[in-house]
């Protein structure tokens, strides 16, 4: 919170600045270092107060990497291959070194243990996934850092009262980075002076991902103090918004004939806003939908993955539809008038 102030003026003077264009939202030239302070915060309270085993001290080596990665690319630009190669660096830290792998489908499609190189391919897709999701999430005020926020709370409620030994120590990563990021949220609601950029939503995104991966680990561990079994589905529920978003968007530009890596305008937040949503409404809205989903994936554990994983599926598919038809709606009026 104390770093934001002197990192807008620095980006001022030195023209760092993030220039508008026909994808972006914002109007005026703004600092896109946001996530220097965010990763000072959150390396800074973590290093001091939190235990570094169990594999969060080369968690925090990935972090390094993609922080400067993402440094790179919000003051000079990088290919997308590049940003690849550094995320498929730190993955491969946190894989190899630490062992932070899916090990099990835990009876999805009655599979339960996988062998090792589709645990290692899996994990690593898993990993680069969420990872970008997170990344392509920020396109509003305030938006990435809301969606983070709420994932880390429920990932850090379960390892703080049901982790154990092995896993309670991801409670310190999720709160410290929770910490970072309601400091940095202080200054990025709408009008934000200020923007996350690549260096703050690829390290939360990398953390996201390595959470989300142990929190899947310790539902299939032997006499696992969580409340429910389900914990690939719940784990799903907890990332719907950016996972949703990431693979609508992919859809439907690879339905269109294009890259799905190709920048355009139909993220979910673009679609709200078109239908008339402001930028403050959008992030609330969007929000609470992935409150909603994190309760209901929770409350109906009990019915297991695949029945979980089915009905998340066909909610997206509603929900596209839905976003779809109200869109061509507006398209038809606007032409008509």
């Known amino acids: 919170m104390f770093a934001v102030p002197s990192i807008i ?84 830290i946190v894989m190899i070194m630490a062992d932070v792998r899916i090990t099990s489908f835990q009876g999805i499609l009655g599979i339960y243990t996988l062998p090792v ?11 680069v996934g ?45 709160v410290c980075l929770m910490g970072g990021m309601v400091g940095f949220l202080r200054y990025n609601f709408h009008r934000a002076p200020i923007f996350m950029g690549d ?48 693979l609508r968007v992919f859809v439907l530009r690879m339905a269109a004939g294009k890259s799905p890596f190709a920048p355009d305008r139909n993220h979910i937040h673009h679609r709200l806003l078109g239908m008339g949503f402001s930028q403050i409404s959008t992030v609330l809205l969007l929000g609470v939908l992935n409150l909603l989903v994190i309760l209901f994936v929770i409350q109906f554990a009990d ?7 089915g009905i998340l599926l066909g909610f997206s598919v509603l929900l596209s539809v839905f976003i779809g038809v109200y869109q061509s709606r507006l398209r038809r009026e606007v032409v008509t008038v």
């Open 9 to 92: 003026q620095i980006a001022h003077l030195k023209n760092m600045l993030d220039t508008p264009n026909g994808r972006t939202v914002h109007s005026s030239l703004t600092p896109r270092l946001g996530g220097v302070a965010v990763f000072a915060g959150f390396m800074s309270a973590l290093t001091i107060f939190g235990p570094l085993q169990n594999g969060v001290k080369e968690l925090l080596a990935g972090c390094i990497i993609l922080f400067f990665v993402g440094l790179k690319d919000d003051l000079v630009g990088m290919s997308v291959f590049k940003k690849f190669v550094g995320q498929l660096l730190a993955t491969g």
């Open 199 to 246: 260096t703050g939503s690829l390290v939360c995104g990398f953390i996201v991902s390595v959470l989300a991966i142990q929190f899947i680990e310790l539902g299939g561990q032997p006499g696992t103090r969580l409340p429910f079994s389900a914990t690939p589905a719940v784990a799903l529920g907890i990332l719907f918004v950016p996972l949703f978003d990431t």
């Open 303 to 309: 019915l297991g993955n695949l029945a979980l994983i």
């Open 130 to 174: 969420i990872t970008n999701a997170i990344n392509l999430i920020d396109g509003l005020d305030g938006l990435a850092g809301s969606i983070v926020l709420i994932i880390m709370g429920t990932f850090g409620f379960y390892f703080y009262h049901y982790g154990g030994e092995a896993y309670s120590n991801y409670a310190f990563v999720a």
């Open 117 to 127: 190189g589709v645990s290692y391919a899996f994990t690593l897709a898993a990993i």
